[in-house]
T-cell receptor, first 114, second 114 residues
Framework: AQTVTQSQPEMSVQEAETVTLSCTYD???????LFWYKQPPSRQMILVIR??????QNATENRFSVNFQKAAKSFSLKISDSQLGDTAMYFC???????????FGEGTQLTVNP | DAGVTQSPTHLIKTRGQHVTLRCSPI?????VSWYQQVLGQGPQFIFQ???????GRGNFPDRFSARQFPNYSSELNVNALLLGDSALYLC?????????????FGQGTRLTVV
């Protein structure tokens, strides 16, 4: 069974600074997808960034980028130029290629301070 | 275009009762998945339906059931409610199955069992 672990329950960062959220996972699959989702107080889960395991190049989406280390089964999220609107719970998630289910980590509560 | 809509947004039930939660996917999306998110935890996969057939089931008791209708909307049913069923229930829709397709989440139904 796949597992996803986020070891940082809470993190804080000053506005305009950079922060990195950690995630490790365990799987016996070779092809899979990894995601970071953001869940603000409105509760709606929003996709931040996606990484395909067979792609060695790290995914980037504007201020968000990942550091994907397949051998180490590590998938961290870097947020540059943090904004107040980035305050939310962030979840790391995994799915196999067939995509029948998302497996989520426990989440990291990120607070961006003015 | 409307996103994923869930109803009701909040619900209070008594132990032993039955509840039905509803989800309307984004137009054209054929896959619907259900997740349970207990306060302070990451979402846990309950079911996936694709083309009106169950394609995946998480580790939940038989008190939980679901179905998908010809218009691809879905219902999640929970019988004999327990206090531990209190959670946010999230519905996600995607165009097709597979990890390479983005899952869009609704805002959830907050169920409280008293």
């Amino acid at each position: 069974a796949q597992t996803v672990t986020q070891s940082q329950p809470e993190m804080s960062v000053q506005e305009a600074e950079t922060v990195t959220l950690s995630c490790t996972y365990d799987t016996s699959e070779n092809n899979y997808y990894l995601f970071w989702y953001k869940q603000p107080p409105s509760r709606q889960m929003i996709l931040v960034i996606r990484q395909e395991a067979y792609k060695q190049q790290n995914a980037t989406e504007n201020r968000f980028s990942v550091n994907f280390q397949k051998a180490a089964k590590s998938f961290s999220l870097k947020i540059s130029d943090s904004q107040l609107g980035d305050t939310a719970m962030y979840f790391c998630a995994f799915t196999e290629t067939s995509g029948s289910r998302l497996t989520f980590g426990e989440g990291t509560q990120l607070t961006v301070n003015p | 275009d409307a996103g994923v809509t869930q109803s009701p947004t909040h619900l209070i039930k008594t132990r032993g009762q039955h509840v039905t939660l509803r989800c309307s996917p984004i137009s054209g999306h054929k896959s619907v998945s259900w997740y349970q998110q207990v306060l302070g935890q990451g979402p846990q996969f309950i079911f996936q339906y694709y083309e009106k057939e169950e394609r995946g089931r998480g580790n939940f008791p038989d008190r939980f059931s679901a179905r998908q209708f010809p218009n691809y909307s879905s219902e999640l049913n929970v019988n004999a409610l327990l206090l531990g069923d209190s959670a946010l229930y999230l519905c996600a829709s995607s165009l097709v199955r597979g990890g390479n397709t983005e899952a869009f989440f609704g805002q959830g139904t907050r169920l409280t069992v008293v």
